[in-house]
């Protein structure tokens, strides 16, 4: 019982006697640190779990995003690098989120349990357990409360405001309209967009406009189809399944009905229905005007029987333009066979409603404005072979002008899409020169996120191909706008570095890279990301392997970046203006017509030119040309450097080195690694490469020298880059060194080298090769080198070519390491292992500096990334920051700092949320002839608040509520 008291312990570490005895005469590059002053804390968290996303909402006048993942937790958006994640201990998965007032967030789970957000204090306020499960939900942005449809057909009225529920509470209303039908659950709410006495209940066989005034149903609308009707076979067929009634003939039939939603004019409603129909009702004498599916008309009227395509889970967002006259319908799920497209039915102005009769309104939703157009979403990462197919179950509209009225369908310039497997899309309505900018956690997953490394890159190489800023109407367009950053006052870290910038690099499975400066202290003031994709420019035509992206390895200082695909090609990316039209069509073809720059073997790098496609800014990273491979391979490891060289290396052992930035051109295509290791057997190929500038042996002069891991035992191989006549580079093997790991003969991948650290022997300072060294090799500089090598086992320094200065096996795996500088020079290896400790050792000799240990709350939250794996990406940078990658889309960073030299660091802030200033516009209303003619009925909101929550309602006690009514 007493291990269960035990507290965790720092891995053991061992050294090879032979070694401590080589390397004693070495200088140390390591200054003193006290042990017991270093500590961790963690900083940012950036990225949403992949396919985890259950709800999301939008609220135009705060212009904040919220969603609701798998994991319990919400995650509010706003300007820039704005984000607040609240953790909620739920029994379930939350259903709906809705934005109440401007300060309130009310999360919704299909088990019955509320929980109330403050947007101010960023704390719950409250919960509420209903008395069964939620079936629908619906709130109003300007009122305080929360309806909800109840498995029993009855609605419950919750005021969000004082934090319980009200007296008012509605029966099943298709009891009173279909007493034969079958008990229903409430499958849709929606309130009356002109009158805030009305409310619009959908059930499974018809849709009720209750009067909350006069507490009476004011029509009912059903959809009941004759044998003589177009749709009733197919519909007939649909509710029974095909089967035929045994005796006697089916008299009629009602369609099941899924959802029903007002017309923003709230004149009209349609009705959606499992069966793939929607029809159109005049909302005031429930007159039927227009049964529809998205391709055939007047399914209600008699004609020859239809029998429309199947459909999957039919959605319908009914959105207007500035004018709320000016409609537009979307429609998701009309098609089974293509439940990745919305079918736009763009209507224009509404016709007059008194003066137009049922008929020629009838013929208006059958005939839309334009010609029908269809905005597509790519579901790219599934091949649908295995389990359900992935398909739209939510669209959010984002309203552009701060209007929060007809559920958010005012004006919308985007479309937010979430599917039944948790993923996010973002699509644009019209076709805009600018997409917007995005939050950066959002941007993980939209699109899913394949690739992530943090880069140190120097501030000036940064700036130079950043977009400057532009403000006022040239300002770039960002998604939402609300919020306000916070100064986090993160210590500084144990080896800060001036004139740096932390670059956060993403791959994405529809062929966007994205680079986001995520330093510490410098994101709350607007981040800068540069961001392009090769889509257009790369697809085959072929499955989106010749566009995802599985590796990308950026050169600052040459302005180049290589991007790795999955089918093994490789994209030459280069800063700069593109001289073509980007915007022409994707020519979606093969490379055989591309213009073939070089080849070596079955390596070719062929001209992109003449393909660029898509939105680029200018100047932009794009990519001006493809290195080609013959036969498909895995890459598996890849490095772009400073000095315009890059090596790619493959599942098969095939190694290709490119002079990037004097060719492009191929000066080696090596079929195999396994030619420089003749006694390796079995499967081996390259796990890490990196470039340096450091004298070879006994040399007496620098030279540029590429340095390679392998799998199989950890082996080591440099290959030099030297000058020919000709003006050319070439390639050659230099040494080999076998056999780094103790392990040697593990395959479970713990035995392979993940890691390359070149180091000047003398400083300490990195001897990783840059532009500006590569330029004075000409002039026989000098750089004393150490190498030093990790895996998940072990760790070495070596010193070229083949002498072993010092070796550590670590007792627990070590999920990644790095070299942190000092500014007054030296330099410490640290290594995050599985435990949750960073080992801090000496250099060049390995010896055990210091344990520091997670904090507890860290190690909790990062257990499960250092067990399963995600984390061996993680990145150790200069400045001793370390980047925890939490999974494939999450990315956590750690201050390694000593306490002596920081102050006290109590708790992180949180951003604000809440603007005070923004107000709520008024509620639209009816026109003053449906006042008169009877058709809405006024009442106050001071009056409803009366109905609904009866004489006695109490006073508020919380800042929140004042607050709110300030906004309205």
Not at 616 to 637: M, V
């Amino acid at each position: 019982m007493f291990d269960k008291l035990k507290s965790r312990k720092a891995p053991l570490s061992l050294s090879s006697v032979s070694n401590a005895i080589r390397n004693s005469g070495s200088a140390s590059l390591t200054p003193e640190l006290s042990a017991k002053h270093l500590k961790i804390i963690a900083g940012d968290q950036l990225g949403l779990p992949l396919d985890s996303v259950v709800a999301a909402a939008f609220d135009p006048v705060q212009s904040l995003l919220a969603f609701a993942t798998k994991k319990d937790s919400v995650h509010v958006y706003g300007q820039n690098s704005v984000e607040v994640v609240f953790e909620l201990r739920t029994s379930g998965l939350i259903s709906h989120l809705k934005f109440v007032k401007g300060i309130y967030l009310v999360c919704i789970e299909s088990s019955g349990n509320v929980t109330i957000l403050s947007l101010h204090t960023k704390q719950i306020l409250a919960t509420y357990s209903a008395p069964g499960s939620v079936t629908a939900v619906e709130t109003d942005p300007s009122m305080d409360w929360l309806i909800l449809g109840m498995t029993n057909g009855s609605l419950l009225f919750y005021d969000v405001d004082r934090f319980h529920l009200t007296p008012l509470r509605i029966d099943n209303l298709q009891k009173s309209v279909l007493p034969k039908q079958k008990l229903s659950p409430v499958h849709a709410i929606e309130w009356h967009p002109r009158d805030i006495g009305t409310i619009l209940v959908t059930y499974s066989h018809c849709a009720v406009q209750y009067s909350l005034t006069s507490d009476a149903i004011k029509n009912a609308f059903i959809y009941q189809l004759t044998p003589d009707c177009k749709g009733f076979e197919f519909s007939n067929n649909f509710e029974t399944g095909g089967k035929k009634k045994l005796f006697g003939s089916v008299k009629s039939v009602i369609p099941r009905m899924k959802e029903a939603h007002y017309h923003p004019n709230g004149l009209h409603i349609v009705t959606v229905h499992y069966d793939g129909t929607f029809v159109f009702f005049d909302g005031n004498d429930g007159t039927l005007l227009q049964a529809r599916t998205l391709n055939d008309t007047f399914l209600h009227l008699p004609g020859p029987p239809v029998h429309p395509e199947l459909s999957r889970d039919l959605k319908l967002v009914w959105t207007t333009g500035q004018d709320p006259e000016d409609t537009t319908i979307l429609v998701s799920g009309a098609s089974d066979a293509h439940p990745d497209i919305i079918e736009v039915l763009d209507f224009g102005f509404t016709l007059k409603y008194t003066l137009t009769s049922h008929e020629k309104q009838g013929e208006f939703y059958a005939k839309p404005r334009e010609t029908r157009r269809a905005i597509p979403v790519k579901f790219n990462r599934r091949s649908q072979e295995e389990g359900a197919a992935e398909h739209i179950v939510n669209i959010l509209p984002i309203a552009s002008d701060g209007q929060p009225y007809f559920h958010g369908g005012h004006n919308p310039s985007h479309i937010l899409i979430l599917t039944n497997m948790g993923g996010v899309h973002l699509n644009e309505l019209e076709p805009t020169s600018k997409p917007p900018k995005i939050p950066p956690s959002l941007s993980s997953v939209c699109p899913p996120t394949t690739f992530s490394t943090v880069q140190t890159v120097r501030r000036v190489d940064w700036y130079s191909v950043v977009p400057s800023r532009r403000v006022g109407p040239s300002a770039d367009p960002v998604l939402v706008s609300g919020g306000a950053p916070v100064d986090r006052h993160f210590p500084r870290p144990l080896g800060v570095e001036d004139g740096v910038n932390d670059i956060l690099i993403s791959g994405h499975e529809d062929g966007t890279v994205r680079c986001l400066d995520v330093t510490a202290g410098e994101r709350q003031g607007g981040e800068n990301s540069i961001s392009f994709n090769l889509k257009d420019t790369l697809d085959t035509g072929a499955g989106s392997s010749s566009y995802r992206v599985v590796q990308v390895s950026f050169s600052f200082e040459c302005k180049h970046a290589i991007v790795g695909l999955a089918n093994g090609n490789v994209a030459i990316c280069k800063f700069g203006k593109i001289s073509n039209d980007s915007m022409a069509p994707p020519l979606r073809e093969e490379y055989s017509n591309c213009q073939i720059l070089h080849a070596n073997g079955d390596a070719s790098i062929v001209d992109l030119s003449k393909r660029i496609s898509g939105r680029f800014g200018q100047p932009s990273f794009f990519p001006s040309s493809l290195l080609n491979l013959s036969a498909k391979d895995k890459i598996t490891c890849l490095k772009m450097s400073n000095a315009g060289f890059a090596a790619i290396g493959y599942q098969s052992g095939r190694l290709i080195i490119c002079d990037i930035t004097r060719g492009p051109a191929v000066i080696l295509n090596l079929e195999s690694v396994v030619k420089h290791l003749p006694s390796v057997t079995g499967e081996c190929y390259v796990t890490a490469i990196e470039f340096a500038i450091m004298e070879y042996g006994q040399d007496g002069f620098s030279s540029l020298l590429m340095f390679l891991g392998t799998n199989a035992g950890g082996n080591f191989l440099t290959f030099k880059i030297v000058p020919q006549r000709n003006g050319a580079f070439e390639a050659v093997f230099a040494d080999k060194t076998l056999g780094l790991n103790y392990r040697s003969t593990d395959t479970n991948g713990e035995a392979g080298l993940n890691k390359i650290m070149p180091v000047n022997a003398v400083t300490g300072e990195s001897a990783v090769a840059t532009l500006e060294m590569f330029q004075k090799l000409a002039q026989s500089v000098l750089v004393p080198g150490l190498i030093v090598v990790s895996s998940p086992r072990d760790l070495r320094v070596l010193k070229s070519p083949k002498q072993k200065l010092s070796h550590k096996v670590i007792d627990e795996t070590c999920v990644s390491s790095g070299i942190i500088t000092f500014r007054n020079k030296g330099a410490i290896l640290a290594s995050v292992t599985k435990s949750g400790f960073i080992k801090l050792f000496s250099l060049p000799s390995l010896s055990d500096i210091a344990d520091v240990k997670f904090p507890k709350d860290t190690f909790a939250r990062l257990k499960n990334a250092l067990d399963n794996g995600a984390a061996l990406t993680s990145s150790v940078l200069y400045s001793g920051e370390i980047f925890i990658n939490v999974s494939s889309s999450e990315v956590v960073n750690l201050f390694l700092y000593d306490e002596t030299k920081n102050k006290p660091f109590k708790s992180k802030p949180t951003d604000t949320l809440f603007n005070d200033t923004a107000v709520i516009p008024t509620r639209p209303s009816a026109g003053a002839l449906s006042w008169a003619k009877g058709q809405t009925t006024y009442i106050s909101n001071k009056d409803l608040t009366s109905l609904i929550a009866g004489p006695n309602r109490k006073v508020a006690k919380h800042p929140e509520s004042e607050l709110a009514y300030k906004q309205y």
